[in-house]
């Protein structure tokens, strides 16, 4: 469920009074509230420059905000200082457009990186990769390189890397802008499977209104920085856009 009240005790993410501001007077984020609750799949859409790369960016902490709250599993992003950013980044997973997959590491090397940073066990590392690689269909693929992958495969290595440390949520910021319309709907079947199967929160920024309309998920519109529209079961609104 997606609502405008913050305080929720169920809600997973919550934001209040948000704004961003970048330094060349550009807002990008105007007076955003909203809450999002455990469990739920959420796109975030808009035109070019409608704030939802922002908003992503804002969850992970890559862009702090100008003014506001955000809480993202009882964390304060907005006054988390950057020493301890990586509490929050242990929180969750970030899917990218462009997999930023290590070119030079196997597929189970490529996600094992996530839990070897983090001072996890071999045993432990080895169980949750094979773990996640076949919750995306690739454990046949321990061994290969990205550059023996379709695209559509690497991005299935950099979800199983987003989620093998088991995050609650899951954040995508356009993670089919590079794949065609088939292999884009192969990788919403896994993350739809992930957040049935594993339950988790799954918040995604897309332009592609082919899935938002096909998935029928719970949807956010922006438009210039601001809150235009949500729904329980939503369609790409152009109208709204």
């Given at each position: 469920m997606i609502n405008t009240k913050v305080?929720?005790?169920?809600d997973l993410i919550r934001l209040k009074n948000v704004e961003k501001k970048y330094s060349n007077g550009v807002t990008a984020i105007y007076?955003?509230?909203?809450?999002?609750e455990k469990g739920s799949f959420t796109f975030v859409i808009g035109g070019s420059?409608?704030?939802?790369?922002?908003?992503?960016?804002?969850?992970?902490?890559?862009?702090?905000?100008?003014?506001g709250q955000i809480i993202v599993g009882g964390l304060n992003v907005a006054k988390l200082r950057?020493?301890?950013?990586?509490?929050?980044?242990?929180?969750?997973?970030?899917v990218f457009q462009d997999y930023r997959l290590l070119q030079k590491q196997t597929v189970y090397e490529n996600v094992a990186f996530?839990?070897?940073?983090?001072?996890?066990?071999?045993?432990?590392?080895?169980?949750?990769?094979?773990?996640?690689?076949?919750?995306?269909?690739?454990?046949?693929?321990?061994?290969?390189?990205?550059?023996?992958?379709?695209?559509g495969?690497?991005?299935?290595?950099?979800?199983?890397?987003?989620?093998?440390?088991?995050?609650?949520?899951?954040?995508?910021?356009?993670?089919?802008?590079?794949?065609?319309?088939?292999?884009?709907?192969?990788?919403?079947?896994?993350?739809e499977?992930?957040?049935?199967?594993r339950g988790t929160t799954i918040i995604?920024?897309?332009?592609?209104?082919?899935?938002?309309?096909?998935m029928k998920k719970q949807v956010i519109t922006l438009k210039d920085g601001r809150l235009v529209n949500f729904k329980m079961k939503g369609t790409y609104n152009d109208e709204a856009i």
């Open positions: 305080g929720d005790y169920m007076d955003l509230s909203l809450a999002i420059g409608s704030g939802k790369s922002t908003l992503i960016k804002m969850l992970y902490r890559e862009e702090k905000p100008t003014r950057d020493r301890k950013v990586y509490k929050l980044r242990r929180k969750l997973g970030i996530a839990l070897e940073v983090i001072g996890a066990p071999h045993d432990e590392i080895r169980k949750k990769v094979l773990i996640a690689l076949e919750d995306v269909g690739l454990k046949n693929k321990i061994h290969n390189y990205p550059d023996q992958l379709s695209g495969e690497q991005q299935r290595v950099a979800i199983a890397r987003a989620i093998v440390n088991d995050p609650k949520l899951l954040l995508c910021d356009e993670p089919t802008g590079n794949l065609d319309p088939e292999k884009s709907m192969e990788i919403m079947k896994v993350l499977d992930i957040n049935k199967r995604m920024a897309t332009h592609d209104k082919a899935i938002v309309d096909k």
